[in-house]
Every structure is written in structure tokens, then in C-alpha cells.
């Protein structure tokens, strides 16, 4: 590792674990090969019953930065939350165990950018590795967001750090979601910071893990009634047209945790956005047609 500076921010590194001895000396290779010096690592197992526990002994006698604890959890998002309640640094960051950096100078450059800037979420990209329905190998994914995009989709963890006041202003990942906490932690902040986006490959994400393989319908029954709490009168803006069915269910929907009012709310969103698609697609043909 390189020499340290003085002003250079703390970065922690969570890795939540669970029989990853196949992976997981990859993942701590990519990051004990960094150039930067001011790094703490968080290995979160959830009582690994292959070698998992071997692997991290052997990583943790030769870099006393490495730390782990290994005990019952509630999941991945429970295993992060855990993390992030150990860590010491300023900015924090979620690595799966079957992932790796991009590159050894990679949380240099990340270093450098967050000294340059008052944002306290920043966010690169990953290199997808490995194939499936979603998924295509060796695609950059996913660029800079704007409030469509971030509505529509999400900025994959592995791309993604935060400064640890984050946590303490907008809380940790709610368990009830199985597979899209991170995406709805996203959207929380999202709706009440700024975000600051870096060009460059932050990681290589391997697919196969378990929130590519696994449907959070929770989230998905839910996705309405999130946008209305967290994003108020802007659901009535553009960016929200994609997400109108969304604003339907909340309104309609049974299971919807809306109260009357802000399903009347919702509803009224859908409407507006709804004409004013329609309007768009009748002035295109009209204008077509001359």
C-alpha cells in the first residue's frame, strides 16, 4: 500500500459472508492490493460452515485491518446493517464475497473525488461478469442517474459509497425487503440529498448472486406508496410517467399502506401523468399525419 496522507478519508469496506471460501480470497486480494493506505475491512459471516472462517484467519494475521465477526443473522441486509454499526470510517462501502475491485488504484481515485466534493453519496460503476436473463457479460453498468433512471432502476451496491452520517440521517436497510433493500435505502436517499456520479469502473460484479436471482414482490407491492412518502408533489412531474401503474396500485390497491388522503394523492398523480402521456402520443400522430 501506498504512503498515507494526512487529509485522506477512512473508508470502511463491509463484506457480509456465508460459505464463501470458493470466492473470498479473490475479493480480499482486490482490496489488500490497493494503493491507498487509510482502509478498514468488516468481514460480517453469518456462521460459514466451510472455510469460509479459515480464509478470512489467514487475511486477518497478515493485514491487521481486516475484522470480522461470525454469528447468526437475518440475511444479507441484516449482515450489512451489523457492518455498519462496527465501522470506524468516514465513508462506507458493501463488497459482495464473490466480487472484486476493478483495479488496485481504484479507492485512490474514489479518495481523490469525495476531497473534491461536499456530496455525501457517491457512486461509480461495475463491470458485469458472468450472464443471465438480466444480465449481459463485460457490460458497464449503468452510467450517471438522473430521477428517471433512479425510479426505475438501481445504482448496483457495489458502486456506491456513503458517507457515514448517511446512516445516522436516513437509518439502514429495512430487513422486510428480501432482495431490494439496497433500492429502497436508494430511493430514501435519493429523495432528500444529492448524489455525485464518477466515471469509472468501481468493481467487478459477478452475477449469480442472490439479489440477481431473487424477486422481492414486498418491494414491488410497495414501489407506489414509497414513491408518494418519499418524493411528495414531484410525483406529478415527467420523470414519474414510466412509474404511473405504480401510483395506481398505491391508490387502489387493498394492500396499499396509503392513508385515504395520499391515495386520493396518488391517484391524482397517475391521472395527470396518464393525459399528459396521451396528450404527447396525439400531438405526435397529428403531427405525422401532416
Given at each position: 500500500?501506498?504512503?498515507?496522507?494526512?487529509?485522506?478519508?477512512?473508508?470502511?469496506?463491509?463484506?457480509?459472508?456465508?460459505?464463501?471460501?470458493?470466492?473470498?480470497?479473490?475479493?480480499?486480494?482486490?482490496?489488500?492490493?490497493?494503493?491507498?493506505?487509510?482502509?478498514?475491512?468488516?468481514?460480517?459471516?453469518?456462521?460459514?460452515?466451510?472455510?469460509?472462517?479459515?480464509?478470512?484467519?489467514?487475511?486477518?494475521?497478515?493485514?491487521?485491518?481486516?475484522?470480522?465477526?461470525?454469528?447468526?443473522?437475518?440475511?444479507?441486509?441484516?449482515?450489512?446493517?451489523?457492518?455498519?454499526?462496527?465501522?470506524?470510517?468516514?465513508?462506507?462501502?458493501?463488497?459482495?464475497?464473490?466480487?472484486?475491485?476493478?483495479?488496485?488504484?481504484?479507492?485512490?481515485?474514489?479518495?481523490?473525488?469525495?476531497?473534491?466534493?461536499?456530496?455525501?453519496?457517491?457512486?461509480?460503476?461495475?463491470?458485469?461478469?458472468?450472464?443471465?436473463?438480466?444480465?449481459?457479460?463485460?457490460?458497464?453498468?449503468n452510467?450517471?442517474?438522473?430521477?428517471?433512471?433512479?425510479?426505475?432502476?438501481?445504482?448496483?451496491?457495489?458502486?456506491?459509497?456513503?458517507?457515514?452520517?448517511?446512516?445516522?440521517?436516513?437509518?439502514?436497510?429495512?430487513?422486510?425487503?428480501?432482495?431490494?433493500?439496497?433500492?429502497?435505502?436508494?430511493?430514501?436517499?435519493?429523495?432528500?440529498?444529492?448524489?455525485?456520479?464518477?466515471?469509472?469502473?468501481?468493481?467487478?460484479?459477478?452475477?449469480?448472486g442472490?439479489?440477481?436471482?431473487?424477486?422481492?414482490?414486498?418491494?414491488?407491492?410497495?414501489?407506489?406508496?414509497?414513491l408518494?412518502?418519499?418524493f411528495g408533489s414531484?410525483?406529478?412531474?415527467?420523470?414519474?410517467?414510466?412509474?404511473?401503474?405504480?401510483?395506481?396500485?398505491?391508490?387502489?390497491?387493498?394492500?396499499?399502506?396509503?392513508?385515504?388522503?395520499?391515495?386520493?394523492?396518488?391517484?391524482?398523480?397517475?391521472?395527470?401523468?396518464?393525459?399528459?402521456?396521451?396528450?404527447?402520443?396525439?400531438?405526435?400522430?397529428?403531427?405525422?399525419?401532416?
Open positions: 500500500m501506498a504512503l498515507k496522507s494526512a487529509n485522506q478519508p477512512k473508508i470502511s469496506i463491509i463484506i457480509p459472508t456465508y460459505n464463501a471460501a470458493g470466492t473470498l480470497a479473490n475479493c480480499l486480494d482486490s482490496i489488500v492490493n490497493q494503493d491507498y493506505t487509510d482502509i478498514e475491512v468488516w468481514l460480517m459471516d453469518g456462521l460459514s460452515t466451510d472455510d469460509t472462517l479459515s480464509v478470512i484467519k489467514q487475511y486477518q494475521a497478515a493485514f491487521p485491518y481486516i475484522n470480522f465477526v461470525s454469528e447468526k443473522d437475518n440475511g444479507i441486509y441484516d449482515a450489512m446493517n451489523k457492518g455498519i454499526a462496527r465501522c470506524n470510517g468516514d465513508w462506507l462501502y458493501f463488497l459482495g464475497s464473490d466480487d472484486t475491485l476493478y483495479n488496485n488504484s481504484v479507492i485512490s481515485l474514489v479518495a481523490n473525488k469525495i476531497g473534491e466534493i461536499s456530496d455525501k453519496v457517491v457512486y461509480g460503476n461495475v463491470l458485469m461478469r458472468g450472464q443471465n436473463q438480466w444480465n449481459l457479460d463485460n457490460v458497464v453498468f452510467g450517471e442517474y438522473d430521477m428517471a433512471k433512479m425510479i426505475s432502476t438501481n445504482i448496483c451496491h457495489q458502486a456506491i459509497f456513503y458517507h457515514k452520517s448517511i446512516f445516522r440521517l436516513f437509518g439502514h436497510y429495512d430487513l422486510s425487503y428480501i432482495a431490494s433493500a439496497d433500492q429502497e435505502f436508494n430511493l430514501r436517499c435519493y429523495a432528500r440529498t444529492s448524489f455525485s456520479y464518477i466515471d469509472l469502473i468501481i468493481a467487478n460484479f459477478f452475477v449469480g442472490y439479489s440477481t436471482g431473487t424477486v422481492d414482490h414486498k418491494f414491488h407491492r410497495e414501489r407506489g406508496a414509497m408518494v412518502k418519499y414531484r410525483i406529478f412531474t415527467g420523470p414519474f410517467t414510466p412509474m404511473r401503474l405504480y401510483l395506481k396500485q398505491a391508490a387502489l390497491s387493498k394492500e396499499s399502506s396509503l392513508n385515504l388522503f395520499d391515495r386520493i394523492y396518488s391517484l391524482s398523480a397517475y391521472i395527470k401523468l396518464k393525459a399528459a402521456d396521451v396528450l404527447m402520443h396525439l400531438q405526435k400522430r397529428r403531427s405525422f399525419d401532416v
